[in-house]
């Protein structure tokens, strides 16, 4: 078992910033690709669109075209943490925002499709909702 658990949502009004964090065992058991999901109300989990990932091992990451020039994804290995930040935020930004993990992907295509989700470990999930 791999644990993971996401913290750092909330409110924001457009333009406005926010750091997601997750922190995960993965970090001390082996190496993969942790990731951010994000889910929007009326959505089914198979939906969840994968929004950034990094691997562990360090020097790969990925950022959905959607989110590219406001989104980056970093991690500090020595606190087994991955961050999120989020910058310039959107209305269709709200979401509920999952942190999975997954020992069998490199991240070298991305954050594990759909196919796999029922093989990687999932976060409880945080809610950022972007309104005025």
């Known amino acids: 078992q791999v644990q993971v658990a996401e913290s750092g949502g909330g409110s924001v009004q457009p333009g406005g910033s926010l750091r997601l964090s997750c922190s995960s065992s993965?970090?001390?058991?082996?190496?993969?690709?942790m990731m951010w999901y994000r889910q929007t109300p009326g959505k089914e989990r198979e939906q969840r669109e994968g929004?950034?990932?990094?691997?562990?091992?360090?020097?790969?990451?990925f950022v959905a075209d959607s989110v590219k020039d406001r989104f980056t994804i970093s991690q500090d290995i020595a606190k087994n943490t991955m961050y999120l930040q989020m910058a310039s935020l959107k209305p269709e930004d709200t979401a509920m925002y999952y942190c999975?993990?997954?020992?069998?992907?490199?991240?070298?295509?991305?954050?594990?499709?759909?196919?796999?989700?029922?093989?990687?470990?999932w976060g409880r999930g945080t809610q950022v909702t972007v309104s005025s």
């Open positions: 999975a993990a997954d020992p069998n992907n490199d991240c070298s295509l991305g954050p594990t499709t759909v196919r796999n989700f029922g093989f990687i470990f």
């Open positions: 993965l970090y001390i058991r082996s190496s993969g690709c």
């Open positions: 929004v950034a990932a990094i691997y562990t091992g360090g020097g790969r990451t």
